[in-house]
């Protein structure tokens, strides 16, 4: 068979590559895996040959979907030759969406000029799926299991040879053009299929270059899903084999499942050749007149220039293959699961059965703490965003949830008391096909071990966290709020949100502030800014209060000093968590704490409060909304659900999803409103009028005689409600909400007076809560 027989027997159909990709953006709506790419130094145009991990089926088809949509180039892969051994219609669709059979007697050379033409090519180097993501040996070698042999092998170097034979191709059609030889040019565009010199000029002159590439699936799952039951259904004769594809790759893509495919830098096959080996290439180069030619050199070895590049193109197939397949597993995409399964071995390791379950919770925390900080590490989004990971320490996380409900289930974890056991099954051997339904924390633990750094830290984790100071993770909780302000203002910035971001008029920043003298006194602040604000409505008092020795936190609401868009998104239990979360940061710097809030800041405080968390000396409430001027409020329940009601319909966001608003302070506050907001603000009121009888400590009540958001009443149904015995209730002359931020009626220096007062008496008494003197009730307005 010639060269353009083989070549049309291969053939790429055009029209069936661009169905299928329509086919499968359809199937990818329907299906809930969540595939995304990552990459950022331009591999996908860049790139020629991409190499990936193998772990399930249907991967296979998912990278050249994505580098069509992204730069609508056509894809070559090379498929198991059983797909072809028939030549049914699956041999046939194969074929014309670009697979090449392993066995093709023209693979390298046919490739090579596909390349040339512009071609990606897909090569899953593993040569098979590799269930137990097992990629080292006990030597800390790379090596897979092979079905085959039965035993663990090196991984395939076919990836390497093709590159290095393109670079080889390359050469031979730019010394061509060296030697202006217009007969070889004419070789050269014949035989690949240019049009003009330029073009085969251009292809020949970019690098030759090979992305690795790795696929990560979060979380997997053993469950039962639609599609394995639907084939049990059908053939109750399933092999064992089959049966565990389809109940793995049916959670996959069923259930809700992160696929992450991170793209590694990209390899440069010309590097690999030695300088001395290049005048021996060129000249050989400069005599082929195809790949076939050389390749079938390399088998005769009649030459010693030939030997010696031979020797040098398996050496540097060796060093290429080493250093890809490094690379591909170096680009894992780490997550909970992860950190979760390479504790528990670790421990296993060093003879411990159990561990303390608060324990296990603090060095999970750490390790994502550190994580973050190990440099060229993928972390999963959830490990990303302190919404995901941020309540691991109270043992209050999604992912830990769904890790040990699966653990519990295969019978390899189970909680007792105080505790978590680690069960003999964990150490147990399992058959290649069974292992990810036996034993899901050993793949876990496998597929996580290669990446650099995570194994040492792991260990340092462990031996740390016994000595991890409340004054540590407080520290660690901080950076999570500045994380979260960065990780949720970025979400709400994509194009759909920029319409309305557009019209905002905030000029300070919305990130939370901490600020720790270094004489501190020994009571602590939690500043809370108000509705639609940020943390900087409260920052400048916070900064006095600084300066008079008071650690001082201002945490961020969720969902304010971002977008409205986010706040659309928030519930005002939401909000509550973000002062909780405050308050336990503070609780590492202070003994003692004091709440300050205003407006829903003071609401939220006072739930805080109600609460009556360890610590908690005092409270100020500044301007609380308990009834508001607006009578448009009783509305909003109304508005709000009208506006559920439409959005059911998709092509509808709701009849008033958002409204324009007045503030006294447009640099600070949103200018835009959503109604949903409003309606979480009634509903925290409401819940705040249960509570206040709950409030003990001794408390500061603020308000404005004449404000003009917040009926001044407000302040006297706080007062008489809450339980406190030192209870004052301060007005203050202003016909202005804002009188903390404006510093109105010398309302800063009444709450100083006030937190000197609860200094001075804690100082007096250290062990004893903080016990003012009872204050006459005030004339109420």
Request: charged share 25%; hydrophobic share 40%.
């Amino acid at each position: 068979m010639t060269d353009r027989q083989d070549q049309e027997e291969v053939k790429l159909n055009i029209s069936t590559y661009q169905w299928s990709v329509r086919l499968f953006s359809t199937l990818k709506r329907l299906l809930s895996v969540n595939i995304k790419m990552h990459h950022d130094h331009g591999q996908v145009a860049r790139g020629e040959i991409f190499l990936f991990n193998h772990f399930a089926r249907f991967e296979t088809f998912i990278p050249q979907y994505l580098i069509y949509q992204e730069t609508g180039a056509y894809c070559r892969a090379i498929a198991a030759s059983e797909f072809f051994a028939r030549d049914d219609a699956l041999a046939n669709y194969l074929r014309n969406v670009g697979a090449v059979p392993n066995n093709h007697p023209r693979l390298i050379p046919l490739l090579a000029e596909e390349i040339l033409r512009g071609r990606k090519v897909i090569i899953f180097p593993e040569g098979g799926m590799v269930k137990d993501r097992r990629s080292q040996d006990n030597q800390g070698g790379y090596s897979i299991y092979s079905r085959t042999s039965l035993e663990r092998r090196k991984h395939h170097t076919g990836a390497a040879v093709l590159s290095l034979a393109v670079d080889i191709l390359k050469q031979s059609v730019l010394l061509a053009f060296e030697k202006g030889d217009q007969a070889r040019i004419r070789h050269w565009m014949e035989k690949l299929e240019f049009a003009t010199p330029e073009a085969l000029q251009e292809a020949a002159e970019r690098p030759s270059t090979i992305v690795p590439a790795n696929i990560t699936f979060y979380p997997m799952r053993v469950s039962d899903n639609l599609l394995h039951s639907g084939f049990e259904l059908i053939n109750r004769g399933l092999s064992r084999r089959l049966s565990e594809e389809l109940l793995i790759e049916g959670n996959i893509l069923l259930k809700n499942t992160d696929m992450d495919i991170h793209l590694g830098d990209i390899l440069y096959s010309r590097e690999y050749w030695s300088w001395w080996v290049r005048p021996i290439i060129r000249q050989l180069a400069g005599e082929m007149d195809s790949l076939d030619e050389l390749l079938k050199r390399q088998a005769d070895e009649q030459s010693l220039k030939q030997r010696l590049l031979n020797r040098r193109l398996r050496h540097n197939a060796l060093r290429l293959r080493n250093d890809y397949m490094e690379a591909i597993y170096n680009e894992v995409t780490i997550n909970l699961s992860h950190l979760a399964s390479l504790i528990i071995y670790a421990l296993l390791e060093q003879g411990q059965q159990a561990v303390e379950v608060d324990r296990f919770h603090r060095m999970l925390y750490l390790a994502v703490k550190w994580a973050q900080k190990l440099p060229r590490i993928n972390l999963q989004r959830s490990l990303q965003n302190p919404d995901s990971y941020g309540e691991l320490l109270l043992g209050q996380c999604a992912g830990l949830d769904q890790f040990f409900h699966t653990a519990a289930q295969l019978e390899l974890i189970e909680q007792e008391g105080g505790h978590y056991l680690f069960m003999p099954k964990l150490c147990e051997e399992h058959e290649f096909d069974q292992i990810r339904l036996e034993n899901m924390v050993e793949v876990y633990a496998n597929e996580a071990r290669p990446v650099s750094g995570i194994n040492a830290m792991i260990y340092r984790v462990i031996d740390h966290a016994a000595a991890t100071t409340p004054l540590e993770i407080a520290e660690y909780l901080f950076d999570d709020e500045r994380i979260a302000y960065r990780w949720d203002k970025a979400s709400f910035s994509k194009p759909r949100h920029q319409e309305l971001n557009s019209r905002e008029t905030a000029t300070h920043s919305g990130e939370p502030f901490l600020i720790l003298p270094q004489q501190r006194n020994r009571l602590g602040i939690v500043l809370v800014h108000g509705f639609l604000a940020s943390p900087a409505e409260v920052q400048s008092f916070g900064e006095q209060l600084g300066q008079l020795g008071f650690a001082v936190i201002g945490p961020r609401l969720k969902g304010h000093g971002t977008s409205p868009w986010d706040l659309r998104e928030r519930s005002w239990t939401d909000w509550l968590a973000s002062v909780q979360r405050a308050y336990r940061i503070m609780q590492g710097y202070c003994d003692d704490v004091c709440l300050i809030g205003f407006s829903t800041g003071a609401a939220l405080s006072l739930l805080l409060a109600a609460e009556q968390p360890d610590g908690l000396a005092g409270i100020v409430a500044i301007s609380t909304p308990i009834k508001f001027r607006n009578k448009n409020m009783i509305f909003v329940p109304l508005v709000h659900h009208a506006n559920k009601l439409v959005s059911w319909l998709r092509a509808y966001e709701g009849i008033m999803p958002f409204r324009p608003t007045d503030t006294e302070h447009p640099d600070i506050n949103y200018s835009t409103m959503p109604v949903h907001a409003l309606f979480e603000l009634r509903l925290m009121v409401g819940e705040l009028v249960k509570r206040l009888p709950d409030i003990h400590c001794p408390a500061l009540i603020l308000q404005g005689d004449e404000d003009p958001v917040v009926v001044p009443d407000s302040a006297n149904r706080v007062y008489k409600k809450i339980s406190s015995k030192w209870k004052e209730l301060k007005f203050v002359s202003s016909s202005r909400h804002g009188i903390l931020n404006e510093d109105i009626d010398h309302t800063r220096g009444q709450i100083i007076e006030y937190l000197q007062m609860l200094e001075a008496d804690l100082a007096s008494d250290p062990a004893k809560p903080a016990t003012l003197p009872v204050i006459e009730p005030p004339l109420t307005i």
